[in-house]
């Protein structure tokens, strides 16, 4: 079965830094796509970034578009969000994603983990 286990999440003042990782199991990883998305309390889940799965493509939403990095290390089995610059509008669970085009809808990506949560104080 395949898993997908988020972590780096936690509390950072604005302007902080943190790093997720998600570590892949029983998943065919370098096939994949990987994305990252988020869900404030109250909203829907959106967008955050996609990797390719060579990693030689990648896209951002662009409210974090030059202040988060996304990378993946298919040896492995891993994808991870550099996030810099991090703004109390950034605070929400974030969730990695697994699927098979470098898109931004929920819908294409087949497998989810269970998220970790980041809160950014002001």
């Known amino acids: 079965q395949v898993r997908l286990v988020e972590s780096g999440g936690g509390l950072v003042q604005a302007g902080g830094s943190l790093r997720l990782s998600c570590a892949a199991s029983e998943l065919d990883f370098s096939f994949h796509t990987m994305g990252w998305f988020r869900q404030a309390p109250g909203k829907e889940r959106e967008f955050v970034s996609a990797i390719s799965q060579s990693g030689g493509s990648t896209r951002y939403a662009d409210s974090v578009e030059g202040r988060f990095t996304i990378s993946r290390d298919n040896a492995k089995n891993t994808v991870h969000l550099q996030m810099n610059g991090l703004k109390p509008e950034d605070t929400a669970v974030y969730y990695c994603?697994?699927?098979?085009?470098?898109?931004?809808?929920?819908?294409?990506?087949?497998?989810w983990g269970q998220g970790t949560q980041v809160t950014v104080s002001s």
């Open positions: 994603a697994a699927g098979r085009f470098l898109l931004a809808s929920a819908n294409t990506y087949d497998y």
